[in-house]
């Protein structure tokens, strides 16, 4: 307790709250809006954010599962399985301002209640188990099953030959071929949300994670697709995946939620383990890139640490440290000198590898920065951002080259055709958006399917 007094003694005293710090909580239990969250909400937000009760400060009201996930002014507030990233998340923790409440005007989130708030949302921002009928809700959801609004796109792949595009969508994977346009695989995963996605370097396999397992499946060029193969490496949401460059080894990340950050690197012919970090973070796992060189293995966390590892043993060669909230997205550059970072503060961060200095902070995004990549082939860095936009950045100078609009939504996840000539972003509302880099033309859209109509519905 003193520790922390003295850690945030300064923040006191020039007057800024300081930020609401996480604890750990030990459960398995998959929280729910309805029963975990609304009465912590209740408590603490609903005095300015009920719109039946005549207020909904921001245009946001949080009194139902549905309103909370439409958000306010800024969009959603929670975005599914990214707490770190959540506008909610983020101004309640008072990592983003105007924080909430507003100082002075009503009770901060207790810790445990704030690190709940943030499970809730990592977990997949589930709506309800037990329907207490004093909330008003929309529809009847079983509670294991996700609710089939939620179709967050949380990662997109090109194949390495760049004829097919690889989405996480919701519960879903699916393969589009580019050549013709066809659907060439479906893949679900129950009531999971899919998390990661990466496609092996000779395009044969592509891996997705899910809670507790990752899929590996076949995608052959003609034909029908195999049954996945699954196999355990992590107990929790396997979060981040990357092909080491020889295509030899798979690293998966995941973690426990304030608690631990673990990276597993298994051997991709025989499915067995190599390699395992425990405490590579002390938060989850956000994402994994090897180096083009094959050397380095770098991770992010949302404990706001991008670190970077040699990839043949796990040794910690360097931690690089500056982002004020959770590293969102990491990319290395083609000569395997510099990561790009993009965190929930804002930021898109350069970085030297050999020796951890900061190349630049770009902090021209107005939310939180979900994902970034080197360019193929250019010293161009792409970013997507909760403010919608996608934007291609000069690595020389930080100055912007492009921005690619067009999304509706809140932008999660982002990638390059191996050539660098075009450029795809998946958002919060499901749909996927692919560009022209050089011409900055939107070529195509894919969208989710409706949701059932409530007839349909019990
Ligand atoms: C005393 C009033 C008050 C309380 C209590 C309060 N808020 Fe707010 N909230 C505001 C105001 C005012 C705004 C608009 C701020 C602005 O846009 O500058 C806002 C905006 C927001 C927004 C941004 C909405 C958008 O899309 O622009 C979020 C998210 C939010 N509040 C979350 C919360 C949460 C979570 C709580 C409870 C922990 C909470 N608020 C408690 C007054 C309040």
Known sequence: MNVLLLIFWP?????????????????????????????????KCLTCHDKAGGLAEGDLDLTTWAS??????HGPAVQAGQGEASLAFLRSSRRLKPIMPPDGEGEPLSSEELTKFKIWIDQGALP????????????????????TTLQ???????SPDGTKLAIARGNRVIVESLSDGSRIATFSAEQDLVSSLAWSPDGQQLAWGGHGHVRLGQIPSDGLPAEPITFEPVTERAVALAFSPDGSRLAVGAGVPSGRGEISIWSRADHTEILRLNEAHSDLVTGLAYSPDG???????????????????????RSLEGHTAGVLGIGWSGDSKQIASASADGTLKLWHADSGEQAFSQNDHRLEVTSTHFRPGRREIVTTSGDRLVRL???EDSKPIRVYQGSQDFLLSSDFSSDGTR????????????????????????APPAPPTASTEK
């Not at 909370?68 to 002014?73: E, F, H, S």
Request: with cysteine; charged share 20%; proline share 6%.
């Open 152 to 158: 967050p796109v949380l990662a997109v792949a090109f």
């Open 128 to 147: 309800g188990a037990d329907l207490q009928p004093a909330l008003s809700r929309k529809r009847e959801i079983v509670w294991e099953a996700l609710p």
């Open 295 to 317: 050397q380095m293995l770098a991770s992010c966390g949302a404990d706001k640490f991008v670190k970077l590892f040699r990839a043949s043993d796990g040794f910690l060669v």
């Open 68 to 73: 909370i996930t439409q958000g306010g002014k």
């Open 11 to 43: 923040a006191l005293i020039v007057g800024e709250p300081a930020p609401i710090p996480l604890v750990e909580i030990n459960s398995s239990a998959r929280f729910v809006f309805d029963r975990d969250i609304f009465p912590i909400v209740e408590s």
């Open 393 to 395: 950045w000069n690595a």
């Open 423 to 446: 450029l795809a972003a998946g958002s919060q509302n499901g749909e996927v958006y692919l560009w022209n880099v050089d011409e900055g033309t939107l070529l195509r859209t894919f």
